[in-house]
DNA sequence: GGCAAGGGCTTTGTATACAGAAACCTCCAC
DNA sequence: GTGGAGGTTTCTGTATACAAAGCCCTTGCC
């Protein structure tokens, strides 16, 4: 693997998981002595980084980890509604019905991971990129899924704010059962209309979280 | 300006403009020498093109231009549709009025501009510009603008596949007041449905004409 | 005491030299 | 004649040295 890709998949977790709070500063003699590479890949890092709009360059003072607010996260899912709900429809369009049928039905059992402790957590994420991953390839195109890639650096990093409640995640599973189906009925206005309901619901609970940790 | 940049600027233009072919192989030290920069910052602007989805990096060959077909058009505007439809709704609830309002009783006057000959078509297309950013500017949102600005670049690229009919232009300016007076109007709905509307006419008469040119 | 200008210092931007890897061509064997 | 293996060549990937530009601190003047 190229020294550039490690420095930036290094920066771009640590960014993540906000070990690289916003409004750090990643100068390049520093970070490159920190990862053990040399300058030149770590300034294609950066300039990835960039492009992801995980930092911005603040022109001679080196670039910083972007900021991340309760406003952004509106716009963020507002982004997110556009391009989700036309893979959703995309998808209801063009997909394989019996792929979304089975993962309907893991849904529908999702209560039982989710009953379980942190193994079972997991088990339900995994789920739901494979979803995510169902409808990317039954979308059927690239410049969407592109796009929709770019979108999801910055869910994960808005995820890692606040621990998701299970009650939370139970209704998320039945949101996602409603939308597979809507897909596998070849239904695309209506899987456009679960998706936005799904949105809606995720975004409330985010902010009231997020409203709740800045109250403490 | 940085050695980066204008080389960046420099090869985006040319690719944009079909000087850079599809399929065409950019080598670094070919590159930097005929654009009289260093390897270096030659590099970095690969690496944005490659970020942009106008070149990809065909490992150990160098980076090569990417290929836009008939395809690929659907697929870009499929995108388009999604992104340009929530742009406009999100005006409609946003915007100043007034601004569209204006916007719309020039695009309603813009068949003297389209009688006219070049410098009026150019004219024509700044028009269309303006309503772009008016629409970028209400919609008030930075990741959806992002997305916009990342599209255009290839949006550009196809404009350049075939020229312009007068006939289209004129139908095309109907179309776009119809956008801006939904938008002035503030109804959301109307202002997807007459987006959708717009991008359906455009891509059927993009791919009208490149099958007329495929045929010649 | 406050403001402005100048110098030092840290920072990024660029160039070039070197190393490693991949592709292509050639030559040999079958 | 064809296939494979080895060598050569050219490419990208990385490191480091140098240049230039911006910022901050200090100092002098008002």
Known sequence: MRASDRAYAALRDEIIEWKLPPGTVLAEVEQSERLGVSRTPL????????ADGLTAAHAGRGVVVTDISLDHLAEL?????????KAAALAAERGESAVFAALRAEFEDASRLLTDTDPGRHA???LVSRLDAAV???????????ALKNLRVHLVRVRR???DDPARLLAAATEHATIAAAIAERN???????T???LHQSLRHLQATQREEKAL
């Open 161 to 163: 704010l606040s621990l």
């Open 43 to 50: 300034r294609e890092a950066l300039a990835r980084l960039g």
């Open 77 to 85: 899912f507002e982004l997110r509604e556009a391009l989700e709900g």
């Open 188 to 194: 695309p206005a209506l899987a456009v209309a679960a």
């Open 196 to 198: 936005t309901v799904h």
């Open 136 to 146: 990317d390839d039954a979308a059927a195109n690239a410049y969407l899924v592109q």
């Open 124 to 126: 339900y994420y995994d």
